[in-house]
């Protein structure tokens, strides 16, 4: 007796989402790679054959990396006026 069906693109019923919710709070560490090996694989199991949950997986993955890229872009600028601003103060305090 075969339940699953392997193969069938028919798979929004035996969707379980109660499955999906327990792995979206899970997602943000996977991309952190702060999960174990299972874990990792469990999930990108399951993304493989939910179309939900990789669209999601998609989608953190692309602010994850947005925000690497603008975390670093406006440091820099930020950082370079903070040393204006403290090389600015430093001579009046550190010049007698
Ligand atoms: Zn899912």
Redesign the pocket.
Known sequence: MESDNQGSKHCDES?DYK??LE?FKRLSEYLDNELDEVTCKEIEH?VKQ?V??FSCLQTLKRTVDLCKQTANKPVPRAFSEKLKELSQNMPKTTNP
């Open positions: 969707h499955h999906c792995m399951h939910c939900p949950c």
